[in-house]
């Protein structure tokens, strides 16, 4: 090396260090911007979650077992338990609505991505898929109350039908983007040894993307459980156990939620507190008994 290299060298050296320096102050900016961001978004979780905890358990479990199974008070201001048939509702309306809405949002997920491609037909279906996630639930409580209730009747089933329409989309978006993580050499390996396309599709495409599908009806079914004002116009008001699918008008703790919450009275108050722990704890123990099943089910495959 010539003596003339070396002020050039020494020039360059500490550039290369200034360069390096101000790299890691982005870094440490970015990550702290990201920790800030994610403590603002998690303190309102928490906050809520710790409310409904601290008011819920006093009248929820402090009235065990009668609040999970005696019927509803007629009189709002009549103070004590129970939600038995708003329970029940739920689970029959929501467990209604996951069994139209998860078939036909996989089905039509599958069409989209393995069928349908660039088609003009596929391109309209993934439209209004994408149309009908900004609807608000209200609208599609009325287009049930309009096409359903007015000719059948208040029913567990009606708000099955709304809940169903609100599942649908999210759905259909979220395993399509699971089967597009799929990769191609699955597909194409299946292909080589003699399968056809639906067989393809049934045995290797849905099995690998079955953990995020699973999740995305997970998370259309706790939308689903939270949703009131589908329900207002499809199920109507009850205060005892209807355990029929297709009669009667029901209700559901969501419902009851907004009701009670509504309320002027004391009573009232604290069983719309009492409602939210229990929808809480319903939606956990529903996405656990799910994960449990997912995780077999991988572990087997």
Request: glycine residues 8%; proline residues 5%.
């Amino acid at each position: 090396m010539s003596a003339g290299e070396l002020p050039g060298d020494l020039v360059a050296a500490p550039d290369l260090s200034a360069k390096r320096s101000w790299r890691s102050v982005k870094s440490r900016i970015m990550t702290g911007l990201m920790v800030a961001s994610v403590i603002v978004v998690v303190l309102p979780l928490v906050a809520v979650v710790s409310a409904v905890f601290s008011r819920g358990v006093r009248v929820a479990l402090h009235g065990f077992p009668d609040f999970f199974v005696k019927e509803i008070p007629i009189v709002a201001r009549h103070p004590g338990p129970g939600m038995g048939p708003a329970i029940l509702g739920t689970l029959l309306a929501t467990g209604a609505a996951t069994l139209i809405a998860v078939p036909l949002g996989v089905l039509g997920a599958v069409y989209l991505h393995e069928y349908g491609g660039t088609r003009r037909f596929a391109r309209l279906v993934r439209f209004m898929s994408n149309v009908m996630t900004g609807v608000p639930s209200i609208v599609m409580g009325l287009f049930v109350y309009v096409t359903w209730t007015l000719k059948f009747g208040y029913s567990a089933f009606g708000g099955a039908l709304a809940l169903a329409c609100l599942m649908l989309p999210v759905i259909i978006r979220a395993t399509e983007q699971m089967l597009r993580l799929v990769p191609d050499r699955l597909r194409e390996a299946s292909y080589a040894v003699g399968s056809s396309k639906s067989r393809t599709i049934l045995g290797v495409v849905l099995p690998a993307a079955m953990p995020g599908i699973v999740s995305g009806s997970l998370l259309a079914v706790a939308r689903a459980g939270g949703e009131t004002a589908p329900l207002l116009f499809a199920m109507g008001a009850a205060t005892a156990y209807n355990p029929n699918l297709f009669a009667e008008a029901n209700t559901a703790l969501s419902v009851q939620i907004f009701d009670n919450a509504t309320s002027s009275f004391v009573a009232a108050q604290d069983r719309a507190w009492g409602a939210a722990l229990t929808l809480v704890l319903l939606t956990f123990v529903i996405t656990l008994i799910a994960r449990v099943i997912t995780a077999r089910f991988a572990t087997r495959r």
